[in-house]
């Protein structure tokens, strides 16, 4: 078992274009597993790129990942993933008890029938994030916070060993923000590994305890004490960091004819 | 009623109109979750020109087949309609044209071109340009055994398809990021939705005509949606829709010129089939058990209601001299609260309720910071809203108060 000693996610010289415009830029890092990381970034530096070229989802024109030692397809069933809330149709016709569900067809097949077993794991998800009470009501009826919980739920019944979160914490209330910090602090405890896109640098320190900084390049990587600091940040969100965004711009839009 | 399925003339066009119906329902949820609906529109339009095109060459391939000819006519359809399809395509995707003007494009474009060959083939096929015309609005009643069986097995296409689909389907359109985390291949599935779209339409075509057939795809789903929201009795309910647009449509366009006493007008199938639908849709509209507009009006009109007899409960309550209306004292009696103008017991216990409601409230709002003489307002209208749960809360919350902000006593308040 080569696997027992290697990290959660490996990722080595990882590069991800859109068009000729790099985006991700040679990413190094070696996630190790049980902890809470915090993916940080200003805007368009590639965080939610990142999340989906780990997924698949992107296609990377260089570098590799590696997941506990083997490569994504081996490892796709121990990885869960909760989207953005702006990604999904919230008017779909369907109700909390079977958008959790979803989360239970890997292990299920698409073809299968739920059996009452799958009921039942469903309903036992709801009630660890709360949202038992709601288990029949329409997705579109519920609070921005709710509709998050409910994300989280799905991700929990997928029974995986890592998790990537694109901003879990955008557009809730005090009280899920603070019910689901609860819950990730558990899920670590389980050895589960957390990757969270974050926005708030505020609530950095409290929340996370390990740091990704990115702006296209990985500006630094490591426990929060050592990473962040205001040096690293101003790489990261200062002016300089600004004209390097404001030139990919220009280059994309060079690339693709719009000037 | 049997007739229409037993009778040999009646039978094709109305089973053939089911069948492609039931299809339709189904096909156009698909499209009307990915809020497309125009998709079928557009499509439909685009597979004129393949029927006119296809009419023209099989007329000079092979002039006396007409078998030949209707089996031209589906692969024409399906092969314009798809240069359509992949035209919006296209369109929004590399020359980031706005969706609905891709789709009008497309529309008017393959259209024209159609009415353009069809005005050629006027003059050198006269036979086969009726034959075509039959295409624009559709003809159901000149239908027979065979399509029966061609519209039967393309719908147990199209249900044997979503089944298989139904759990991709459902992730997919609800939330496509995720379904490709789960390695869903979403390419061949969109692409296979669009494909039935197509068939779909061309399938429509013969019985309700290219110019209405989008309204069968836009109209069961837009009913069903506003009776359910789950998406397995979504796609149920709007296949169903559907189905029974199809038979009454037919129905009705041989009952109705019998119950105007002209039994020999006869009324197209196709438009009647579309007015069904349509109907049905703004029934939904109107009176779905929970979006209808009427449901919605009559539980506003209820609630009035209710406000305006607890009121005169409470004035009755009170011994409040003045105007009390007749009818709502009539409907008072009725409900057992009032018996010759003096309240019953039973209203007795209702107007104490309201009263302690109200009351409850003024002390909540007090203990919320709020000043004693403004309170009174909130909880004349509070007083019809509170439930027994939130009144257990409050009075839990307040520890059971006897008297409110302005000294009186609280009825019924005790533990």
């Avoid at chain 1, 597993?33 to 805007?43: E, F, V, Y």
């Amino acid at each position: 078992m080569g696997e027992v000693n290697s990290p959660a996610i490996e990722i080595k010289n990882l590069t991800v274009h859109y068009g000729k415009t790099p985006v991700l830029w040679e990413i190094n890092c070696s996630i190790p597993r049980g902890i809470l990381l915090g993916i940080l970034g200003p805007n368009g530096a590639g965080k939610s790129t990142l999340l989906k070229t780990l997924l698949g989802q992107l296609k990377p024109i260089g570098g590799e990942t590696l997941f506990f030692g083997e490569k994504l397809r081996e490892k796709k069933k121990k990885i869960a993933y909760v989207p953005q809330r702006s990604s999904v149709d919230w008017d779909f016709p369907i109700n909390v008890e079977n958008v959790v569900l979803m989360g239970r067809y890997q292990k299920l097949g698409m073809l299968k029938w739920p059996k009452k077993a799958d009921r039942q794991a469903v309903h036992a998800v709801l009630d660890r994030v709360g949202m038992l009470p709601f288990a029949r009501r329409q997705i579109s009826q519920l609070s921005g916070g709710q509709q998050q919980r409910v994300f989280i739920a799905r991700a929990l019944l997928q029974e995986a060993d890592i998790y990537l979160m694109d901003e879990p914490f955008a557009g809730v209330d005090i009280a899920t923000e603070k019910a689901l910090i609860a819950l990730f602090a558990e899920l670590k405890k389980e050895g589960k590994t957390l990757c969270i896109v974050h926005h708030d640098l505020m609530t950095v320190r409290s929340y996370f305890d390990w740091i990704l900084l990115l702006n296209s390049c990985l500006i630094d990587f490591g426990p929060v004490e050592e990473v962040f600091h205001e040096e690293n940040l101003k790489r990261a969100y200062g002016s300089s960091a600004y004209l390097f965004t404001e030139t990919k711009k220009l280059a994309q839009a060079r690339s693709t004819g719009d000037e | 009623m049997l007739e229409f399925f037993t009778d040999p003339v009646l039978r094709a066009p109305t089973l053939g109109t089911m069948l492609m119906c039931f299809g339709a329902g189904l096909i156009g949820c698909l499209a009307f979750l990915q809020k497309r609906s125009l998709v079928g529109e557009a499509l439909s339009h685009a597979a004129y020109p393949g029927v006119v095109l296809s009419i023209l060459v099989s007329s000079l391939l092979f002039p006396f087949s007409e078998k030949g000819a209707a089996l031209s006519i589906l692969i024409g359809a399906l092969l314009t309609s798809s240069l359509g399809l992949i035209v919006i395509h296209q369109m929004e995707k590399r020359l980031k044209i706005s969706s609905d003007a891709a789709l009008c494009f497309v529309l008017s474009l393959f259209f024209g071109v159609g009415v353009l060959f069809a005005s050629r083939l006027q003059i050198i096929q006269p036979l086969w340009f009726q034959q075509i015309q039959l295409f624009l609005f559709g003809q159901a009643a000149t239908m027979v055994d065979g399509h029966i069986i061609l519209y039967g097995a393309l719908a147990l296409f199209v249900v044997a398809a979503i089944l298989f689909l139904f759990r991709y389907l459902e992730i997919l359109y609800f939330d496509r990021g995720f379904a490709k985390a789960l390695g869903m291949r979403v390419g061949p599935i969109d692409l296979l939705t669009y494909f039935l779209l197509v068939v779909a339409v061309i399938v429509g075509m013969r019985s309700v005509g290219v110019v209405l057939m989008s309204a069968m795809l836009i109209a069961p789903p837009a009913a069903a949606r506003q009776w359910t929201n789950r998406f397995g009795p979504f796609l149920a309910l709007s296949s169903f829709f559907g189905l029974l647009s199809g038979f009454l449509g037919n129905l009705l366009s041989i009952y109705v010129p019998r119950w105007v006493g002209e039994p020999h007008l006869s009324l197209a199938t196709g438009p009647m089939i579309v007015l069904v639908a349509s109907s049905l849709c703004v029934a939904s509209l109107l009176f779905s058990t929970q979006r209808g507009y009427c449901t919605r009006m009559a539980r506003i009109a209820a609630f009035r209601l209710e406000t305006a007899s607890e009121n005169l409960l409470k004035a009755l309550y009170k011994k409040r001299e003045g105007k009390k209306s007749w009818w709502l004292l009539k409907w008072l009696e009725w409900k057992g609260l009032v018996e010759n103008s003096a309240l019953t017991d039973l209203g007795v216990q209702e107007a104490e309720k309201l009263i302690r409601l109200h009351r409850l409230w003024e002390v909540y709002l007090v203990h919320m910071g709020q000043g004693v003489e403004r309170v009174h307002a909130s909880a004349e209208e509070m007083e019809h809203i509170l439930t027994p749960e939130i009144e257990q809360e409050l009075q839990a919350l307040l520890d059971y108060p006897t008297v409110d902000p302005h000294e009186q006593p609280i009825p019924g308040g005790a533990r």
